[in-house]
């Protein structure tokens, strides 16, 4: 990229909060507001210390706890609030939340298969569709592209919403979203230069800045 060409460029720092209570159980959660385990709160002070040195001019996040927690970390030591948009909270699982895998492999085989095979069609029982959560995904990032064309903004969140955004940076098919690891904790860069997205770092869970 041509920097003498470039007229407008936003840094968006994308992160993972960290790992929840019983977050190393294979137990999903998405829209359930569950709290960070020790471990949780020790990486979201460290996603804090990742970004010390950038010049934030904002800091966006789901307004779930364990979102807002490293977010708020990160707003206070520069000096900024945190604008919190619903529209970023991970996937709604519907009846599926807080069980497992296994349980759930055990109860719905064919529904499983389903998800893994072709999440893309995917509808949780009783929660959301994958369209459904990409378009409102889509709608907070270009509200976040539209407000800030240039500058450096965080960007606190879910798995699934991180891997929703880079998946659609890349034009990667939602049926190869699960193979963008997304670690509690982890932070992403991705820069928009005139509009155009070039990913810069992915699932960075140690200090580099």
């Known amino acids: 990229m041509n920097a003498l060409t470039v007229h407008q460029h936003l840094r968006l720092y994308v992160m993972r909060h960290g790992e929840i209570e019983q977050g190393r159980d294979p137990v999903y959660y998405g829209q359930t507001d569950v709290a960070l385990s020790t471990r ?3 990486q979201s002070h460290r996603l804090c210390k990742m970004v010390t040195s950038a010049p934030l001019v904002a800091v ?6 364990r979102a807002r927690y490293a977010a708020d970390l990160i707003a206070q030591t520069h ?6 948009l619903p529209l970023l909270r991970e996937i709604n699982l ?5 069980r497992s895998l296994a ?10 298969a389903q998800l893994l095979e072709n999440p893309g069609e995917f509808r949780y029982p ?27 903004v965080a960007l606190v969140t879910h798995g699934g919403v991180c891997r929703l955004i880079i998946g659609s940076v890349l034009e990667l098919a939602p049926k190869y979203w699960l193979r963008l690891a997304q670690d509690f ?19 960075q869970t140690i200090a580099f800045l």
């Open 60 to 65: 966006y996040a789901s307004d779930l706890k």
């Open 126 to 152: 009783g929660g959301e569709s994958f369209p459904e959560f990409d378009h409102r995904v889509q709608d907070a990032l270009q509200r976040i592209l539209t407000t800030h064309e240039n500058g450096e």
């Open 40 to 42: 949780g709160v020790e």
């Open 185 to 203: 904790g982890c932070i992403n860069i991705v820069d928009w230069y005139d509009g155009c997205p070039v990913l810069q770092t992915l699932n």
């Open 79 to 84: 000096g900024l609030t945190v604008s919190s």
């Open 94 to 98: 519907g009846e599926w939340e807080g």
């Open 103 to 112: 349980e759930l492999s055990a109860m719905h085989p064919e529904m499983v």
